[in-house]
């Protein structure tokens, strides 16, 4: 009844995700910050998605092999999502945690439609 046809509704008037792309700030040391929007998003983890593969294709653009996260805070307002990252990002692997492989990450945001830029 009702309930099939608004979910049929739903599926195909799904909003676009438009990657509205980033300032970088570098602020010293290996540490850079990056101001991204992202609009239509699912959820935070698709925005974070979208801060790795910037900072992914940042790194490989300036001869960096890897990335470490230093700290992600994202907001939402009306359907725009805005993440204010920081990373360091060196040319060896840096301690932690939360790494990304320069390489890697961007073959795989290039595999998954997520830009690098």
Do not use: H
């Not at 799904?14 to 792309?21: H, K």
């Not at 290996?30 to 294709?57: K, Q, S, W």
């Amino acid at each position: 009844g009702l309930s099939a046809a608004l979910t049929a509704c739903t599926a195909t008037e799904a909003p676009e995700v438009a990657y509205l792309g980033a300032k970088v700030a570098p602020m010293g040391e290996d540490l850079y910050e990056f101001d991204a929007t992202i609009e239509g998003a699912r959820d935070i983890a698709e925005v974070e998605d979208y801060v790795t593969c910037l900072v992914a294709g940042y790194a490989r653009e300036n001869g960096q092999g890897f990335a470490r996260k230093v700290r992600t805070i994202v907001t939402e307002e009306g359907g725009v999502w805005s993440a204010d990252a920081v990373y360091s990002i060196t040319p060896a692997l840096p301690r932690g945690a939360k790494t990304i492989d320069a390489e890697v990450t961007a073959a795989d945001c290039a595999a998954r439609g997520i830009p690098t830029v």
